[in-house]
C-alpha cells in the first residue's frame, strides 16, 4: 500500500503525479489567459467546474489537474491552442510562479471542512487509487493531522486565505452555491468578464444541479475519464450525496469538540475561518 502514496515537498501525492511532473511544475509556461480552478480535494472543484465551463461561449478547454500525470503534461497542455482553465489541488506555496507573475485569473473554492472529512472518507473506501482506512474514527484522526492525500486541510485553506484579495483571485464556498447558485454563477461571470443574461444564469443553474450532473454521468454524456480531480479520472466516484451537513452523521459528540479545538487553533489568525464550520 505505502506505494500508493510518495511525499513531495512535505506534501503527500498518490503515484497518479509523478515526482518528475511535480518537479517540472516550476517551468510551467503560464498564459495570461488561463483560469485556474483551485480547491482541496472534495470541496465541490466538479461542481464548480460544470459551472465555468458552461459560462463561456467561445473556445475554453477544461484540462486534467496540472499534478495530474506524468513528465509529457506539460507539453500536452503547451500544445493546447484555445484557453485553459485548469483545475490543481495544489497549495499556493507549490502553484508554478508563472501562473503569480502573469496574474492568471484563480478560482478557490472552500467548504466546511467537517463535511470535506466526511466526503473524503467515503472517496477513500470507493477509490483505488488511496491507502485503505478501516474505519471513520481512523480517518478523522489521519484527517486532523494532514496525513491525507494533499496534506492539511489548515495549511491548504491558510495558504490560499492570504491571497483573497488579490485582484486576480476569487474566493467561494460550497455553501453559498448551496444557498444561492444563481448569486454565485453571476460573480463569476463577473470575475471572468463573461456577459451573460439571467436567462442564461438558470439555465446554467439547472443543468448544474447534483442530479443532473449525476445522471449525466452515469449515461456517459460527459467523458466518465475525465476528473477534475488529481486522484481518480473515474467521474462515478465524484457524485456521492452533495449535501450540506453530513458531517452531522458521521462525527461523535467528542469528535465534533476536537475537531473545533483543533480547528480553533489552527485557524486563530484566519479572518475568513468563522462561519464556516458551525452551519
Ligand atoms: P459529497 O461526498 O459530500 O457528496 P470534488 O468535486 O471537489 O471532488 O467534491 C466532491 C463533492 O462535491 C461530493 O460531496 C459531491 O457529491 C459534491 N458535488 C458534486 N457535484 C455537485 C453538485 N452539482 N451539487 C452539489 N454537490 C455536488
New binding site residues.
Given amino acids: 500500500e505505502a506505494e500508493l502514496i510518495h511525499v513531495f515537498k512535505g506534501i503527500p501525492f498518490t503515484t497518479r503525479s509523478s515526482p518528475e511532473l511535480l518537479k517540472s511544475l516550476d517551468n510551467f509556461d503560464a498564459r495570461e489567459d488561463d483560469v485556474l480552478l483551485v480547491?482541496y480535494?472534495?470541496?465541490?472543484?466538479?461542481?464548480l467546474a460544470?459551472v465555468i465551463t458552461k459560462l463561456y461561449t467561445t473556445q475554453v478547454t477544461l484540462t486534467s489537474p496540472i499534478e495530474f500525470g506524468d513528465i509529457s503534461k506539460l507539453e500536452e497542455l503547451n500544445k493546447l491552442s484555445s484557453k485553459r482553465i485548469i483545475p490543481t489541488h495544489l497549495d499556493y506555496n507549490m502553484l508554478p510562479p508563472n501562473f503569480k507573475n502573469k496574474k492568471c485569473k484563480m478560482i478557490y473554492i472552500s467548504r466546511n471542512p467537517k463535511?470535506t472529512a466526511?466526503?473524503m472518507y467515503?472517496?477513500y473506501r470507493d477509490n483505488p487509487n488511496l491507502p485503505t482506512v478501516d474505519t471513520w474514527t481512523a480517518f478523522f484522526d489521519l484527517f486532523l493531522k494532514g496525513d491525507v492525500v494533499c496534506g492539511s486541510w489548515f495549511d491548504h485553506f491558510l495558504s490560499w486565505e492570504e491571497h483573497k484579495n488579490d485582484k486576480n483571485v476569487l474566493f467561494l464556498f460550497y455553501e453559498d452555491m448551496?444557498k444561492d447558485l444563481p448569486k454565485i454563477v453571476h460573480d463569476i461571470s463577473v470575475f471572468l468578464d463573461i456577459n451573460i443574461s439571467d436567462h442564461e444564469i438558470q439555465d446554467i443553474c439547472k443543468k448544474?444541479?447534483?442530479s443532473e450532473?449525476k445522471t449525466n454521468t452515469e449515461k456517459e454524456n460527459s467523458d466518465p475519464n475525465h476528473t477534475?480531480?488529481a486522484l481518480t479520472s473515474n467521474r462515478k466516484l465524484?457524485?456521492?450525496?452533495?449535501?450540506v451537513g453530513?458531517w452531522k452523521n458521521h462525527f461523535t459528540p467528542k469528535q465534533n469538540v476536537k475537531f473545533e479545538e483543533i480547528f480553533n487553533e489552527k485557524m486563530k489568525l484566519s479572518k475568513m475561518a468563522k462561519g464556516i464550520i458551525y452551519e
Fill in positions: 480547491s480535494p472534495k470541496s465541490g472543484t466538479h461542481w460544470g463535511d466526511v466526503s467515503h472517496y448551496k448544474s444541479s447534483f450532473m477534475v480531480c465524484i457524485f456521492r450525496k452533495g449535501t453530513d
